[in-house]
Each structure stands twice: as C-alpha cells, then as structure tokens.
T-cell receptor
C-alpha cells in the first residue's frame, strides 16, 4: 500500500530534550516536506527536500533540522524543543513539481512542556 | 506578500449544495489544489486546477479564474461525512505550496 508513515504519532516531552520525528514514504517520491499545523494558521512549511541530499528552508524553519540521506526517509529533528513548538506535524511527499498531489502522513501531535 | 483567503467556517444542511470560496495573491501561479481534512487527520487531495474553468469529480467540483485570483469548491448532495475542513493551496512560481487557513464546514441534519 502506497503510504507515508510517521513516528511517533503522539509525543509529550520537556523543554530542551532532543527529539526526532521519523517520516518514510514507499512511493519513490523525490519531493518531501514537513509542515506544522496550528489552530487558525493553517499548514506552515518547515523544511522541504527536492531530492536526496537537497534540503531547503520553508516558512518556519527556526528550531528545526532535517536530513535526506535516502530517498524514502526525511526525519525532522528538534535539537532543543521549546513550548512554542507544541503543534501537529505532518510529513508529506509527492513525485515532484507541477500538479502532483502531496500525500500526507498521519500526523504527529507533539507537546513540549 | 503571498496570501490565501478563505472563510473560516460555513454551515450547510445535509442534502444541500455549498460553495467554498478561495482568493489568492501569490508570486506566480502553477496551479491550485483543494484538500479535505477531517479533524485530527491528515489532509487528503480533492482537486487540482491549473487552467480556467470547472473541473467536476463526482459530487465535488472546483472552479478557477486566474485573472481574478479566485477559486471555489462546490459540494453537492451534502452528506454528514462531508463535515471537515477544506484547504485551498496555491503553487507559486517556485513550485512551493502556499496554504490557506482552511474552511471548517459544518453539516446539519
């Protein structure tokens, strides 16, 4: 089954404790992206990757890191999480530019205390 | 700056028709997407418009006017399961998606 998976789905952590949210897709997509979604603000892009070893900042990259060592994986790293990073996070992938739809993972609900 | 506007919330009756509008101002245009998102779930793709006109897909249709920077999503024969948020997103000249905040659609029996 074609899908994007994320882990963990739910996470409660404390300020300053490094964490990684994994994202994996099995559709051989070049393009992958991370979003955060907060009430009233819609989806905001954190980072995106056009292909292996190519990553770029989105609209809200501060406090986040990503890597793209393999085509299928695109982990999101919070080196020192803070309470303002409490949010719902989505990973998405697509086959590239143009009118190709993005496929979203199920989401990770992160709470930073 | 880049901006996508859509109503925050709409209410409609089961069996009726509802139109959700989206206006945009972006740096370039490479298509407009509509996604559906049920509460707490991931967005799922509904439609894509890159040329002016109406695209019909079952009970859902999407319209685009590039000269007016305007799109709408039309939902017919509303069902309770259509209660969800509807997200409008425009792909700009750099092929990046600019997202609206979403329209929460409430369906009443």
């Amino acid at each position: 089954e074609a899908q994007v998976t994320q882990n963990p789905r739910y996470l409660i952590t404390v300020t300053g404790k490094k964490l990684t949210v994994t994202c994996s897709q099995n559709m051989n997509h070049e393009y992958m992206s991370w979003y955060r979604q907060d009430p009233g603000l819609g989806l905001r892009q954190i980072y995106y990757s056009m292909n292996v070893e190519v990553t770029d900042k989105g609209d809200v990259p501060e406090g986040y890191k990503v890597s793209r060592k393999e085509k299928r994986n695109f982990p999101l790293i919070l080196e020192s999480p803070s309470p303002n990073q409490t949010s719902l996070y989505f990973c998405a992938s697509s086959s590239g530019e143009g009118g190709n739809e993005q496929f979203f993972g199920p989401g990770t609900r992160l709470t930073v205390l | 700056g880049q901006n996508i506007d859509q109503p925050t919330e709409m209410t409609a009756t089961e069996g009726a028709i509802v139109q959700i509008n989206c206006t945009y101002q972006t740096s370039g245009f490479n298509g407009l997407f509509w996604y559906q998102q049920h509460a707490g779930e991931a967005p799922t793709f509904l439609s894509y418009n890159v040329l002016d006109g109406l695209e019909e897909k079952g009970r859902f249709s999407s319209f685009l006017s590039r000269s007016k920077g305007y799109s709408y999503l039309l939902l017919k024969e509303l069902q309770m399961k259509d209660s969800a948020s509807y997200l409008c997103a425009v792909m700009d000249s750099n092929y990046q998606l600019i997202w609206g905040a979403g329209t929460k659609l409430i369906i009443k029996p």
